[in-house]
């Protein structure tokens, strides 16, 4: 029964290794290729623009989610997730599958060959779309990965934000990436302020995230997103009573399930 379930686990993570190298490829052949797309802002003192993520730049975007998100993320580098193989897979095909959404922010430095300053991952969640990325849960690969699922999974557990808002859908902040020579600019700030831009548009009347991030929990609250929920760190355990979760910097004691109305657009001119 055992050699069963590790012959099929095996086989689940060679088919999940295949299809992101088959995605990736052709997300890579598409990265000279020209979309259109919807211009945010711009932020004149950095050269920055933050615009509509498209898809010739999903592979350039996996890559610094890999490069500096693994490493760094809090409860990743904990876990040294970074170093478990599939589950790095695991959470670069679903940060691909979220990027197809098409909602995403992508900053791009105009002075400078258009380098990739930071991303930030947006997704619509209409309640179909929810109830079928819950019923997708078992496609989560590597211990690392599936520990971090099951912490931020049990924090939404119970709460039905479209009840508690009255709304179909919601916006969720995913996550965010900023290259390390555009940090300390305020370019965080920006990314979620355009978040609340990109919910106007589609007419969505909330956004939520789940931070474990102290730094993120703060933005958050700059947008005007309150805490729904918290786990305290030093209380999570995984389905075995074991604390997964330790080595972390003193500011950051918790993982925060936030949400926030936005705010109708201004009227048209």
Known sequence: MMQNSLTKEKERLEELTENLK????????????????????????CNLKLQELKPNYYYDTIMLMEDYYLPEEPIFKSMKLKDESDSVQSFKLRILNNLKDSTSVIALNEGNFYEIAGVLVLVEVSRNYFQRIMSREDLVQGSCHKKYVGLTSSLI????????????SFLRIYALCIRPAYRHMGLGIKLFETAVYVAQSLRIPIIMGIFTDSCLQVLAKKIGMDEVRKIKYSEWADPESKNIISGLRQDHKCCS????????????P
Do not use: H
């Open 22 to 45: 088959n995605e990736l490829e052709k997300y890579k052949a598409l990265t000279n290729a020209v979309f259109p797309y919807q211009l945010w802002q711009r932020i004149p003192k």
């Open 257 to 268: 399930l936030m949400v926030g109305r936005v705010p109708l657009p201004p009227p048209a």
């Open 157 to 168: 557990q119970g709460i039905d934000l479209y009840s508690m808002f009255g709304c179909f």
